[in-house]
Structure formats: structure tokens, C-alpha cells
């Protein structure tokens, strides 16, 4: 038995009185499923979400974004923070790697729309902080 799996019947004893076999394999099987919950990439999928918004930049260009409602040129996202071209158009790109931003080509401009999930996520912040 494991350390993890004897530390488990240690607190299910302490938790229900006694602990038998079944109970440790029972909760084992709950477990299990919740960890299922979170397989296949999903961690990985988020985390890529929240790395994109732990930047200062980005999460301004974003803000920004949300707020707008529509589409902002490049030009324009780059009025509203000061950072290179380059970084500008490497922000971008992450945020649109994360699937916060979508960009499109319009003639010589590049134009960037938040997604629903950008908003989604910035609901949730708004609500979350005061």
C-alpha cells in the first residue's frame, strides 16, 4: 500500500470511525473520477489561458478589447499601450494562441475582436474583485 493510500485510510478512519478496505477503494474510485474531470489536455488548455493574462500588457490589450465591444486595429491597441511593435504583435499572437483574441487582415491593417471566453473570463474578474 501506498504512502498516499495509508494516509487516506488513516483519515477515512478518523472521518467515519473505522475504515475498511472497500471504504479506501471506494473513495479511491471518487477520486479517480475527479481526476478524469481534468484530463486530456484541459490543465494545459487553461493554463495556457491564464499565462496569456498574467502579462501586464497583454491583459490591458484584452481589457481593452472587452471593453471596446468590436474590433480595434493594431494601430489603435498600440495608441493604448506603450511597447514596441514587436511586442505588441507577440502579445497578440499569444493572446490569440489562447483563444482570448481573434485578429483578421483588413487590406494593410490587422484588426483584433475579444472572444466570448475573453469576456466570459473578465466577467468573472470583475465579480471577484473589488
Do not use: F, P
Amino acid at each position: 500500500m501506498s504512502q498516499a493510500t495509508e494516509r487516506l485510510e488513516r483519515y477515512l478512519e478518523d472521518q467515519l470511525g473505522e475504515c475498511r478496505s472497500e471504504d479506501v477503494d471506494r473513495r479511491l474510485d471518487e477520486l479517480g473520477n475527479l481526476t478524469a474531470a481534468v484530463e486530456g489536455g484541459r490543465i494545459d488548455r487553461e493554463l495556457d489561458v491564464l499565462a496569456a493574462l498574467s502579462n501586464e500588457t497583454r491583459y490591458t490589450l484584452l481589457r481593452v478589447l472587452v471593453a471596446a465591444g468590436e474590433e480595434l486595429c493594431v494601430c489603435e491597441l498600440n495608441a493604448v499601450v506603450d511597447v514596441s511593435e514587436s511586442a505588441l504583435s507577440h502579445a497578440m499572437s499569444d493572446l490569440v494562441d489562447a483563444g482570448l483574441v481573434r485578429g483578421r487582415k483588413d487590406g494593410r491593417w490587422k484588426q483584433y475582436r475579444a472572444t466570448n471566453r475573453a469576456v466570459a473570463i473578465v466577467t468573472v474578474l470583475d465579480g471577484s474583485v473589488e
